[in-house]
């Protein structure tokens, strides 16, 4: 499945929808955080009560 969305995001340059997946897929894969811009207000983050130290605190978790 992760494969799949992998191909439709490089798929689907210049789509509205593309920065929310690139952030969800950057959950998933920590070492994709260098490509995310930090934007915390946006799933999975904004499920916390504090978007902003859980994105930190996720991005500088050892891989």
Do not use: I
Not at 14 to 25: A, C, D, K, T, Y
Not at 29 to 55: I, K, M
């Amino acid at each position: 499945m992760v494969d799949a969305a992998l191909k439709d995001v490089a798929a689907a340059d210049g789509q509205p929808e593309l920065p929310w997946m690139r952030r969800v897929l950057g959950y998933f894969f920590h070492r994709q955080f260098h490509h995310v811009d930090g934007y915390t207000n946006t799933l999975p983050w904004c499920y916390s009560a504090f978007p902003e130290l859980y994105y930190r605190s996720v991005r500088t978790r050892p891989m």
